[in-house]
């Protein structure tokens, strides 16, 4: 053997047990960074899997796990970069496209996340995750449809997984169907042992049909469950079923009469505003369904008056612009609020004022009138009955 051969040899023997010598080296790295990530060690573990990764930079398990330790330290940028290294050394991975989906969300980026779970659910059409994922995104951006059809896609996957019937439920009371809600929510739980998300749904949606016993009956279940999660939830849910809520206008007792629609000319209103340059002081009346706080109602800047820009308060003018001349405006805030704790009703006062011309124009029906204050009992209004307008006629 000649010495060119030898050195070749001796190069490359040197060179595997090199090799050798840096899987190994990144594999105990990686087995450290797992003891500091059981013991909450956060900063230490990263340590060990950025070691890992200089030894090993094509590492899956070291980005994978780097990206999850960052997560868990609500590092969301650094999470994404991790994950995005992964998806580089393993762009099949459907998993890989969950983990950055993930990061996304966590980061409040919901439309990247969304983007990055459509392309995990193609990748493997058979797993729920993505799906379940993007159903959840949608409900909570009251895309509402296609949350449907991705909670579908989750009980056709797996039948007897609970999650998908939960989400239709969730869905349902967001809609209002309470039947629907139950229906399914019970589905979940037949499915899931102490599901915790689905006994609030119930309750929810048995808060939704007036069946308040039954909802109590499902903030019992999660009390007595006692995690942090059903505590929380069944502190939730109690806080909804004894909110304070508007339950409406009333008309006949209020000198603005908020049925009238688009197009409504002032001086038909009232006589006082035929001449040009004139205002005019309306009262609207509202009934509340508990006591409420007197100081908190009676405060001006807990209330507002805006015009309707859609759902269930409707389109102001049906969505048609005025000629700014001819448009009315009104006030923010009323002018003043006198409530009486009696019959628990507020009445607000405020100011029209008619144009140059007298041919002022509004929509009392899309006059949207908000509450933001407490009760007696310093509740917070209920989200869902806070606000109302003439066409929705219930507060929404």
């Given at each position: 053997?000649?010495?060119?051969?030898?050195?070749?040899?001796?190069?490359?023997?040197?060179?595997?047990?090199?090799?050798?010598?840096?899987?190994?080296?990144?594999?105990?790295?990686?087995?450290?960074?797992?003891?500091?990530?059981?013991?909450?060690?956060?900063?230490?573990?990263?340590?060990?899997?950025?070691?890992?990764?200089?030894?090993?930079?094509?590492?899956?398990?070291?980005?994978?796990?780097?990206?999850?330790?960052?997560?868990a330290m609500n590092n969301t940028k650094d999470a994404v970069v991790a994950y995005?290294?992964?998806?580089?050394?393993?762009?099949?991975?459907?998993?890989?496209?969950?983990?950055?989906?993930?990061?996304?969300?966590?980061?409040?980026?919901?439309?990247?996340?969304?983007?990055?779970?459509?392309?995990?659910?193609?990748?493997?059409?058979?797993?729920?995750?993505?799906?379940?994922?993007?159903?959840?995104?949608?409900?909570?951006?009251?895309?509402?449809?296609?949350?449907?059809?991705?909670?579908?896609?989750?009980?056709?996957?797996?039948?007897?997984?609970?999650?998908?019937?939960?989400?239709?439920?969730?869905?349902?009371?967001?809609?209002?169907?309470?039947?629907?809600?139950?229906?399914?929510?019970?589905?979940?739980?037949?499915?899931?042992?102490?599901?915790?998300?689905?006994?609030?749904?119930?309750?929810?949606?048995?808060?939704?049909?007036?069946?308040?016993?039954?909802?109590?009956?499902?903030?019992?279940?999660?009390?007595?469950?006692?995690?942090?999660?059903?505590?929380?939830?069944?502190?939730?849910?109690?806080?909804?079923?004894?909110?304070?809520?508007?339950?409406?206008?009333?008309?006949?007792?209020?000198?603005?009469?908020?049925?009238?629609?688009?197009?409504?000319?002032?001086?038909?209103?009232?006589?006082?505003?035929?001449?040009?340059?004139?205002?005019?002081?309306?009262?609207?009346?509202?009934?509340?369904?508990?006591?409420?706080?007197s100081s908190s109602i009676m405060n001006v800047a807990n209330w507002s008056i805006?015009?309707?820009?859609?759902?269930?308060?409707?389109?102001?003018?049906?969505?048609?612009?005025?000629?700014?001349?001819?448009?009315?405006?009104?006030?923010?805030?009323?002018?003043?609020?006198?409530?009486?704790?009696?019959?628990?009703?507020?009445?607000?006062?405020?100011?029209?004022?008619?144009?140059?011309?007298?041919?002022?124009?509004?929509?009392?029906?899309?006059?949207?009138?908000?509450?933001?204050?407490?009760?007696?009992?310093?509740?917070?209004?209920?989200?869902?009955?806070?606000?109302?307008?003439?066409?929705?006629?219930?507060?929404?």
């Amino acid at each position: 053997m000649d010495f060119t051969t030898s050195s070749n040899n001796l190069f490359a023997a040197l060179s595997t047990d090199q090799s050798q010598l840096r899987a190994s080296v990144a594999q105990y790295s990686l087995s450290t960074a797992g003891t500091f990530l059981q013991a909450g060690k956060y900063p230490e573990a990263i340590g060990q899997l950025k070691k890992a990764l200089s030894m090993d930079p094509s590492s899956t398990d070291a980005y994978n796990n780097l990206g999850n330790t960052y997560l868990a330290m609500n590092n969301t940028k650094d999470a994404v970069v991790a994950y995005k290294n992964l998806i580089r050394l393993n762009p099949t991975s459907a998993d890989a496209y969950n983990s950055l989906g993930n990061a996304y969300m966590q980061a409040g980026n919901n439309a990247e996340a969304e983007k990055q779970y459509k392309i995990s659910a193609k990748m493997d059409p058979s797993s729920t995750y993505a799906p379940y994922a993007l159903g959840n995104i949608y409900a909570q951006n009251n895309r509402l449809g296609e949350a449907e059809v991705q909670f579908t896609k989750v009980t056709k996957i797996a039948p007897q997984d609970g999650h998908g019937y939960y989400g239709l439920a969730m869905v349902d009371n967001k809609l209002g169907k309470y039947d629907d809600a139950v229906t399914l929510a019970n589905k979940a739980l037949s499915l899931k042992k102490d599901f915790e998300e689905a006994h609030f749904e119930l309750g929810n949606a048995y808060k939704g049909l007036g069946e308040n016993d039954k909802a109590q009956e499902q903030v019992d279940i999660l009390t007595n469950l006692n995690t942090s999660n059903s505590t929380t939830l069944a502190g939730d849910l109690k806080q909804a079923l004894f909110a304070p809520k508007i339950i409406s206008s009333l008309p006949d007792v209020s000198s603005f009469k908020n049925l009238k629609g688009p197009d409504t000319l002032l001086k038909s209103l009232d006589a006082a505003l035929f001449l040009p340059n004139t205002s005019k002081d309306f009262s609207m009346v509202f009934q509340f369904n508990t006591e409420m706080d007197s100081s908190s109602i009676m405060n001006v800047a807990n209330w507002s008056i805006a015009k309707a820009s859609g759902g269930e308060a409707g389109l102001y003018n049906n969505g048609v612009n005025l000629n700014s001349d001819i448009e009315t405006s009104v006030a923010r805030n009323p002018k003043r609020v006198v409530y009486n704790p009696t019959n628990m009703q507020a009445t607000l006062t405020f100011t029209i004022s008619q144009n140059a011309f007298a041919t002022g124009k509004i929509d009392p029906s899309h006059l949207v009138f908000q509450f933001s204050g407490t009760d007696a009992n310093g509740n917070k209004m209920d989200p869902a009955a806070d606000q109302v307008d003439g066409a929705a006629g219930l507060a929404f």
